[in-house]
């Protein structure tokens, strides 16, 4: 194929800049920035709870960004990283595909968005807890809200209230072809508004990640489950020791 007939050659200088070039910088930055992060503040590798300090919100809220977020995630990748002849190949059609995506991602998107603000209310309303919010924390709080809320609309104004749209045939291709070293930046350039605005700030949240608590994600305790139980014993008590009669007094 000569380069003037390459789809790339045909796209616009916006497009290979917001859909190709900011793309790979996030996913550089996500890679170097992990390396940095882990040689240069390993003592800060964690998601610095702050349970002493307010526990009633976060009892609720953790857990339900946390389950509707491992969800979120389990949707994209099956939904970005999957194509659709391998689904049909193992008998789920577009309908019961794009049926289950709808209804299971309403309900993880639920879960995750009342978490999620659950936690920002918790530290917008808590003084002790707002007291303790960094700069890191300044940035990732808006950041993940818009995507969320951004994916989040793109389902409802498009597969829930409206006729439907297939991002498989669009955004899909687009998210596989940048690993695959293939973009292909026609395709999301003509997808939906909210589409396009929730990809882009998804890799602005990639190009963050390594500078937030979000790097407590690699920290999980997958140890935890093959290491040796832990055997305690008893102390034995301290023989007593033997006090002298008083000697009476003259």
Not at 26 to 36: K, S, T
Not at 119 to 130: K, Q, S
Request: overall charge positive; proline content about 6%.
């Amino acid at each position: 194929m000569s380069a003037a007939s390459s789809p790339l050659a045909a796209t616009s200088g916006a497009d290979l800049l917001l859909w190709v070039a900011v793309p790979y910088v996030c996913l550089a930055v996500f890679a170097v920035g992990h390396v940095w992060r882990y040689r240069q503040d390993q003592f800060g590798w964690t998601s610095r709870t702050t349970q002493l300090l307010e526990h009633r919100w976060l009892r609720w809220g953790s857990p339900l960004f946390h389950l509707g977020a491992f969800l979120v995630i389990a949707g994209h990748v099956v939904g970005l990283a999957v194509p659709d002849s391998w689904t049909a190949a193992v008998g789920i059609g577009e309908h019961a595909y794009h049926t289950a995506a709808v209804w299971a991602g309403s309900v993880a998107g639920v879960a995750m968005v009342t978490g999620l603000g659950m936690l920002c209310a918790r530290r917008l309303l808590t003084r002790r807890v707002r007291l303790g919010t960094d700069r890191s924390d300044k940035l990732l709080f808006p950041l993940l809200s818009a995507t969320v809320l951004l994916g989040i609309a793109a389902t409802l104004a498009h597969n829930v209230l409206g006729a439907g749209y297939d991002y498989r045939s669009t955004v899909s291709v687009w998210f596989r072809g940048l690993f695959l070293l293939r973009p292909h930046p026609e395709a999301i350039a003509g997808a939906p508004l909210l589409f396009r605005l929730h990809a882009l700030t998804a890799f602005l949240l990639f190009a963050a990640w390594p500078f937030t608590r979000l790097v407590h994600v690699w920290s999980a305790p997958v140890g935890y489950l093959v290491r040796p139980y832990l055997v305690y014993r008893r102390r034995a008590a301290p023989p007593a020791t033997r006090t002298s009669p008083a000697s009476p007094r003259r």
